[in-house]
């Protein structure tokens, strides 16, 4: 089943001489529980494309779908709820709250949506994510790893209809890494996660269903990995 669909995507920086083109007419679909890859050089586009998959950028021109919506028909007000509720975002600084706790950063998107904490979910994903005996713990007593995994909870808190994650190895050494990327990989086949990566490590796109490589704002690889499912 079709989740996400993008349709001649465009994204400029700047005019005339200065213009920049970030993407390029890219176009595809993701099917939901899809755990894609994106791959590409840096300044290839590729953030660029997941922060529009996010609604956290607007395109120039092209649509983007979300189980048939048409997400950029939304108002502000809108897209700020669709970012809440259907997108887990998981940056490479993992962007947590230093004031607040592990389970306080961990639901977060479900306090601010003013929406009961799933009690079962948010004990579920501590557990799953080895943060057990850290509930109370501040950002500044964790290991980077640590935090990494305080930021992929926060994403998978609301149960959103995707999780977008820019290069959330970048600031990890290869056995935090490793680890965090079997955390996105299990949570993809546990609960039927569609996930989308951003990487420039092609060995972490290995665990993928399927790699787009993007060069120059353009898709130039689209195939998929045969990584076995559970």
């Known amino acids: 089943m079709e989740l996400i669909k993008v349709e001649n995507l465009t994204k400029t920086y700047g005019q005339g001489e200065n213009q920049v083109r970030a993407l390029d007419g890219v176009s595809f679909s993701v099917q939901k529980g899809e755990f894609v890859a994106i791959i590409g050089p840096s300044g290839s586009g590729k953030s660029t494309l997941l922060h529009i998959l996010g609604a956290v950028d607007r395109p120039t021109s092209g649509k983007v779908f979300l ?8 108002n502000e007000e809108e897209l700020a709820i669709f970012r809440r509720r259907q997108v887990g ?11 607040l706790n592990v389970v306080e950063n961990m639901t977060l998107p479900v306090s601010l949506d ?20 850290k509930e109370k713990a501040l950002p500044n007593q964790l290991s ?30 290869s056995k935090n890494s ?53």
């Not at 998981?90 to 709250?97: E, K, R």
């Open 178 to 230: 490793r680890e965090i990327v079997e955390l996105l990989r299990q949570s993809n086949l546990k609960y039927g996660q569609t996930t989308i990566i951003i990487t420039h490590d092609e060995n972490i796109a290995l665990q993928a269903d399927r790699i787009i490589a993007i060069e120059d704002g353009r898709i130039t690889r689209d195939e998929k990995v045969g990584r076995p499912r559970a």
């Open 144 to 173: 980077g790893g640590q935090q990494q995994r305080v930021s992929i909870g926060r994403a998978l808190m609301n149960a959103p209809a995707v999780v977008l994650a820019d290069e959330p190895t970048g600031n990890l050494d």
């Open 67 to 74: 189980d048939g919506t048409d997400v950029f028909a939304a």
């Open 114 to 133: 003013r929406r009961p904490i799933n009690q079962k979910r948010l004990d579920e994903l501590i557990g799953n994510l080895g943060l057990r005996g």
């Open 89 to 99: 975002l998981i940056y490479q600084f993992y962007n947590l709250i230093p004031v």
